[in-house]
Structure formats: C-alpha cells, structure tokens
C-alpha cells in the first residue's frame, strides 16, 4: 500500500503563486516506477487531471494550465511537486495527488490511479 499526503495548498490573490507538496510512503519502491499525477475538483464540477509524469520523466498537462503549472519530482525524497504560478480564480479547486504502478500514457489521462491523498485546499481570490 502507498500512502500520498499532500501539502502546500492555501489562500492566494489572483496572479500569486503555490507549490504543493506530495509525499508517499509505504510500499514505494520508488516513484521512479510510478505514473504520478496532480488532479482537481472545484464544488459542483467534476474531477480534472491537471498534470502527469511518467516513470521517465516526460510530463504533459491540461491546456488550461500550460505555460502557468510545471509537474516535477524528487526521487530521492519520494515527493511530488505542482508549482502554480499566475493563479487565477478559476484555479480554486481541492487539488489531489494520485499514482499508480506503471505508465501514465498519453494526455487525457484515461488510466485508472491506485492510490490517492486526501486532497488540499486552493483558493484563489480575485
């Protein structure tokens, strides 16, 4: 079993910046063998991929996002990381980290995620 606790999340003025954080532990061996993935879901809307790496290292992300979130991670420390810069209003969401062995694929994401956190709280002010 994998355990995801996100952080990072908070309260923000539109323009602003985050970093969220996802640690995992337990049975790991690694995120180097895992697809990892940042999600969101703002009240009354559905769930939304937000941005994805794959085992390699390659990444993709949702066009709303591109040019403003950048996916990353650190092996070493087991953690994922959403950098979130020029936040906008609309990128109010509780933000999910999730993963799952093997390969992401190709964006949209359509692969099913084993393993999720608890979520963290965005919210962006106009």
């Known amino acids: 079993q994998v355990q995801l606790v996100e952080s990072g999340g908070g309260s923000v003025q539109a323009g602003g910046s985050l970093r969220l954080s996802c640690a995992t532990s337990?049975?790991?061996?690694?995120?180097?063998?895992?697809?990892m993935a940042w999600f969101r879901q703002a009240p009354g809307k559905e769930r939304e991929g937000v941005a994805f790496?794959?085992?390699?290292?390659?990444?993709s992300s949702a066009d709303v996002v591109k040019g403003r979130f950048s996916i990353s991670k650190d092996a070493a420390k087991n953690t994922l990381y959403l950098q979130m810069n020029s936040l906008e209003p609309e990128d109010t969401a509780m933000y999910y980290c999730?993963?799952?062995?093997?390969?992401?694929?190709?964006?949209?994401?359509?692969?099913?995620?084993?393993?999720w956190g608890q979520g963290t709280q965005v919210t962006v002010s106009a």
């Open positions: 999730a993963a799952t062995w093997g390969w992401c694929g190709s964006w949209p994401l359509k692969t099913v995620f084993a393993f």
């Open positions: 337990g049975y790991t061996s690694s995120i180097r063998n895992m697809c």
């Open positions: 790496i794959d085992k390699d290292g390659s990444m």
